[in-house]
């Protein structure tokens, strides 16, 4: 079984700043690919932003030069720093993860999500 467990969201106002994380625990091999995807009401999940296991990272434009996204390998950990947040980033973030559970089984796994608002 493997779990990732996002904490970190909450309000904030525009100009703001938060930092989400995600903890991934369980039957872990290795970790490949990680990423945060966000939901906003009415709306399809959009990728945020992602970074391989070997740390070249993506960000969608929207948010390319306000959030940075970072991991640390020995905690199965991801962040995102979320700074000059706009009300347009309000949505629920969820992580994601490629999970190696053996050397042979890989499988992709969610977060249950953690909601971020940003008041105007």
């Known amino acids: 079984q493997v779990q990732l467990v996002e904490s970190g969201g909450g309000l904030v106002q525009a100009g703001g700043s938060l930092r989400l994380s995600c903890a991934a625990s369980?039957?872990?091999?290795?970790?490949?690919?990680m990423a945060w995807y966000r939901q906003a009401p009415g709306k399809q999940r959009e990728l945020v932003a992602t970074i391989a296991s070997g740390a070249s990272t993506y960000y969608t434009d929207s948010v390319k030069g306000r959030f940075a996204l970072s991991r640390d390998n020995a905690k199965n950990a991801l962040y995102l720093q979320m700074n000059s947040l706009k009300p347009e980033d309000s949505a629920v973030y969820y992580c994601y993860a490629t999970i190696m559970t053996t050397p042979r089984d890989t499988h992709a796994y969610w977060g249950q999500g953690t909601q971020v608002t940003v008041s105007s």
């Open positions: 369980g039957s872990i091999f290795s970790i490949k690919t």
